[in-house]
């Protein structure tokens, strides 16, 4: 699949306002989430469309394989630094984490550091992983389509019929069936670009419209007392998170048609782009070492400068020397005939 620049660039966001998030407790900021759920949607349900239409190659191995190699090095690796940077109490929630059921844990208070917080974000899509492809694989186009519409008109029906059975936000926050329009809204653009590859220009004007809806909708609703995350309430559950959905799933759409002006040369930009590139180890690391600064330093700017230069050294240096080369793993054996020569290492930036 072709590397798209722009979904770089919000993928750099995405991790950006995580960031900020936890180092200035700027609540909105923790947004950046959701971008990257829908851009998840987005880019798996196209890789799994293209799977299953190829003639040769298979479908079940070439994705797990390709999304082990992505996930699986970097997550051990860091649950390794947490077992050694912090008494991490394995033998109560091992499980948790070993069968990336850490939303589940979070959804009902079981997450035993503040630093394994954001690994909740993964297992939501580790799941997504786990039963998206068989969907994608016994549906057609229309079919599928159709799925990912459904999935965005139930959801915040099910938020609403089960937010009374909760006293605390968490378990609509962290469990996949009440997030999964985030995902959802991605597939759907992804399935219908591949129907249609006019269907994303002929649309891009108006999902700037309803970019700019929804967030004056959702600045107005926050005067009402209340409407937030945290208060768990039927409004802000059955709308504020479709409005933070569709938002997001319009800001893909737009992002998609640009291909030149200032927007899109903010979003292709080289050093937002490279934060999209090393964002899955930097959304890991990023808490824990915002933590061990603060720890010693008590200027917040300071931890927060401290804490982006040192979790984005690592990821850089975690990129190429290491997830890099796990990427192009078998990838370059079975391109090349025995007989040629090896070509020289790919560019971080094509590696997708």
Known sequence: MKRIPQLDGLRGIAVLMVFVYHAFQINHAARGVDLFFVLSGYL???????????????????????????????????????????????????????????NIASAFGKTPLRSMGPLWSLAVEEQFYFVWPLVVLVCSRKVLRNVALGIMVLCPLLRVAFTPLFSDYSPIYCLTPFRADMLAVGAFIAISEIQDPGWVKRNGRSALLVLIGSALILAALTRVPGFRITTNNLLFNGVGYSLIAIGFGATLLWSLTLSKGVVYGFLSWGPLRYMGLISYTFYLYQLPILEKIGDRVHSQLLVAG????????????????????????????????????????QAASEIS
């Open 306 to 345: 401290m804490g982006f230069a040192v979790t984005a050294a690592f990821s850089a240096l975690s990129w190429h020397f290491f997830e890099a080369r796990i990427l192009r793993m078998g990838k370059e054996e079975r391109r090349r005939p025995e007989s040629l020569p090896a070509p020289k290492p």
């Open 44 to 102: 798996i349900t196209g890789i799994l469309v293209r799977l299953k239409e190829k003639k040769a190659g298979g479908y079940w191995w070439p994705f797990y394989f390709r999304r082990m190699k992505r996930i699986l090095p970097p997550y051990l690796g860091f649950l390794i630094f947490l077992t050694l940077a912090f008494s991490v109490p394995w033998r109560q929630v091992w499980y948790w984490y070993a069968f990336f059921g850490a």
